[in-house]
């Protein structure tokens, strides 16, 4: 496939690399879209629900979710065109008609190459839009912004909807979440209700359920390594844990406290084991699966310790 038919999907990646790996930095949960992810056939179950027409856009009236516009189509269509040999549209789509019905059934056939045909074009157009980075959260806003009006220029509004609502509306969370979080203006507390309004506003259920598990799984890192800074007992941190999170949460984080204690007792007998004895050690202390991740745990205890090391008391 020629490089310029890949070099447009880069080019919004911009703005959802930045608002992903701004989202993950902050280790926050939701999950944005994936566009680009492998994806199979879509599912026959929802064929019975499928009209048929040209695949043109039209400013019909939107009476039910169409099972064909779902950004799995859009997976479908990276997969394809990721895998072609094409030097040009001409031969790229005659290349797509030959494959498509190994992607989607034979009733959606004509409207599916209708959209794929628009929207190698709309990928074309996003050459246009503007640099962006992720210190610049209303440079970030003009790139959505400029990106929703090309989507208008080849897809309906539900066709916008269908395939690109879920990605677009945690764009806007990225980006709006991006401005609270670096306005010196607000307090703390607005920037909290703020956030909490935003993500209301454009997070899914299922993103902000997500979100909420992370969120919470972070607060459980930090208590534990303000428990190991501390030395705290075992009893201690049963304890404290079970007024945090409830009594058969602390259960299980004491399981894992063990486990991760025996599994670090055991790397500190194989790491001050000379080269002659570890090959030994390695088969009476690890299990096969284990012993995989040796090397990088003992990279990773270096890396720590020397880190320590450097930090002033």
Same mark, same amino acid.
């Not at 080849?154 to 066709?159: D, G, L, T």
């Not at 390594?225 to 007024?243: H, I, K, T």
């Not at 990773?300 to 880190?307: H, P």
């Given at each position: 496939?020629?490089?310029?038919?890949?070099?447009?999907?880069?080019?919004?990646?911009?703005?959802?690399?930045?608002?992903?790996?701004?989202?993950?930095?902050?280790?926050?949960?939701?999950?944005?879209?994936?566009?680009?992810?492998?994806?199979?056939?879509?599912?026959?179950?929802?064929?019975?629900?499928?009209?048929?027409?040209?695949?043109?856009?039209?400013?019909?009236?939107?009476?039910?979710?169409?099972?064909?516009?779902?950004?799995?189509?859009?997976?479908?269509?990276?997969?394809?065109?990721?895998?072609?040999?094409?030097?040009?549209?001409?031969?790229?789509?005659?290349?797509?008609?030959?494959?498509?019905?190994?992607?989607?059934?034979?009733?959606?056939?004509?409207?599916?190459?209708?959209?794929?045909?628009?929207?190698?074009?709309?990928?074309?157009?996003?050459?246009?839009?503007?640099?962006?980075?992720?210190?610049?959260?209303?440079?970030?806003?003009?790139?959505?912004?400029?990106?929703?009006?090309?989507?208008?220029?080849?897809?309906?509004?539900?066709?916008?909807?269908?395939?690109?609502?879920?990605?677009?509306?945690?764009?806007?969370?990225?980006?709006?979440?991006?401005?609270?979080?670096?306005?010196?203006?607000?307090?703390?507390?607005?920037?909290?209700?703020?956030?909490?309004?935003?993500?209301?506003?454009?997070?899914?259920?299922?993103?902000?359920?997500?979100?909420?598990?992370?969120?919470?799984?972070?607060?459980?890192?930090?208590?534990?390594?303000?428990?190991?800074?501390?030395?705290?007992?075992? /009893?201690?941190?049963?304890?404290?844990?079970?007024? /945090?999170?409830?009594?058969?949460?602390?259960?299980?984080?004491?399981?894992?406290?063990?486990?991760?204690?025996?599994?670090?007792?055991?790397?500190?007998?194989?790491?001050?084991?000379?080269?002659?004895?570890?090959?030994?050690?390695?088969?009476?202390?690890?299990?096969?699966?284990?012993?995989?991740?040796?090397?990088?745990?003992?990279?990773?205890?270096?890396?720590?310790?020397?880190?320590?090391?450097?930090?002033?008391?």
């Amino acid at each position: 496939m020629p490089r310029k038919l890949l070099r447009p999907l880069a080019a919004v990646a911009v703005v959802l690399a930045a608002g992903a790996a701004w989202w993950w930095s902050q280790a926050d949960g939701a999950r944005a879209p994936a566009p680009a992810a492998t994806a199979s056939a879509l599912p026959p179950a929802a064929i019975a629900d499928a009209s048929t027409g040209s695949g043109a856009p039209s400013s019909g009236s939107v009476h039910a979710p169409d099972p064909l516009l779902t950004p799995n189509l859009l997976r479908i269509f990276e997969q394809m065109l990721n895998d072609s040999q094409a030097r040009d549209k001409e031969g790229l789509m005659a290349e797509m008609r030959a494959k498509i019905d190994k992607y989607v059934p034979p009733e959606w056939r004509v409207r599916a190459l209708g959209l794929l045909e628009r929207y190698i074009d709309y990928r074309n157009a996003l050459e246009a839009l503007p640099a962006a980075n992720i210190g610049d959260p209303a440079g970030l806003r003009r790139v959505l912004d400029a990106r929703a009006g090309i989507r208008s220029r080849y897809f309906a509004p539900e066709e916008v909807e269908g395939l690109f609502g879920a990605e677009e509306k945690f764009d806007r969370f990225s980006v709006e979440r991006l401005e609270i979080e670096r306005n010196a203006n607000l307090t703390a507390q607005q920037k909290r209700q703020a956030l909490a309004k935003t993500e209301e506003t454009w997070l899914t259920p299922e993103q902000r359920a997500d979100r909420a598990a992370s969120v919470a799984q972070l607060a459980v890192g930090e208590q534990t390594a303000a428990l190991e800074a501390r030395g705290a007992s075992p /009893q201690e941190r049963f304890e404290e844990r079970s007024r /945090q999170y409830g009594y058969e949460a602390a259960q299980r984080l004491a399981t894992l406290d063990q486990q991760e204690q025996d599994w670090q007792s055991r790397l500190s007998r194989y790491a001050a084991a000379d080269e002659a004895t570890r090959a030994q050690l390695q088969a009476e202390l690890f299990t096969p699966q284990e012993a995989l991740r040796l090397q990088a745990a003992l990279e990773m205890r270096a890396a720590g310790e020397k880190k320590k090391a450097a930090t002033p008391p």
